[in-house]
């Protein structure tokens, strides 16, 4: 490995290192240690996920921004998790002259608004504490909220920071997006009996699809997010010509995002619609 920093021309990920310590140099005036570049080239080296011990004092900063620089040219997107959401912001401050030196965006999720949260992800690199990670997840992928945009797990990679802190000190961290209400199960008899006689098939609908996991999940998502279907659209046009013309509202509909492929609005609030 010492030879390999001292000779980098085959390797790529060295030389972009040497490019990142001499930024180092130039904005904080200080260089990349000898053991700090083994450190990244060790991580981003590493044919799979790797497991490394920094002590406190031995730059981790540096390490992890490094690390993070050099896989943000390998996947669309790096999440750092931190032991702390004062740590994300810290870092991102302290090392956005770095990043931006590399052409790169930093941004963090620690902040309540949710169109902050939205464009903090458009960045190629985001810090933020496990639990900002989980709430924004779980509001992507269950609740629709499209906080995550465009970024995909598949394509991005991980960098924990003090793993040990989130394994062990948090290792039964949960995150609640929403509470039960005390005595509720008692109602469960009451509301199963009223599910039935809403839900129950009728002379045109079967049993299996009345009661089938895929409806129960279209009428729940409905009413949480609001919903409009083709066969709407098409009980909406009065006029031959109107019911000819459904594919290309429901297409246009879809282009300007106010639905989704499945009908769900993407839009909060009437102005959303007016800016569509």
Known sequence: MAALLKNPSGNGSVKHLMKIDAAIKNIFGVNLRETQKMAIIYAVESGKNFLSQ????????????????????????????????????????????????????????????????????????????????????????????????????????????????????????????????????????????????ICSPTASRRKEEAFSTDSIEVHILSDLLGRISKEDLDLLALTSIAKQNCANVWDKLMNMEIIDSGGYLKIQTDEDFFEA
Do not use: W
């Not at 620089?69 to 390998?74: C, K, L, M, T, V």
């Not at 810290?90 to 956005?96: C, E, L, S």
């Not at 997840?137 to 945009?149: M, P, Q, S, V």
């Not at 961290?173 to 509720?184: F, I």
């Open 54 to 197: 920094v002590n406190t004092g031995e730059g981790k900063s540096y390490i992890v921004a490094s690390i993070a620089i050099i896989r943000a040219q390998q996947f669309k997107s790096v999440d750092i998790i931190t032991s702390s959401s004062v740590l994300a912001q810290r870092d991102v401050k302290d090392m956005r002259p770095l990043y931006e030196a590399m052409h790169l965006n930093v941004a963090h999720n620690c902040t309540e608004g949710l169109e902050d949260r939205k464009q903090a992800y458009k960045a190629n690199v985001v810090y933020g504490e496990i639990g900002r990670f989980q709430r924004d997840h779980l509001l992507h992928d269950f609740y629709r909220k499209n906080i995550l945009g465009d970024r995909e797990r598949q394509s991005s990679c991980v960098i924990v920071d003090e793993v040990d802190n989130m394994l062990l000190d948090n290792g039964n961290n949960m995150l609640y997006l929403s509470h039960s209400v005390p005595g509720l199960e008692l109602l469960e008899p009451l509301f199963v009996h009223i599910q039935r006689i």
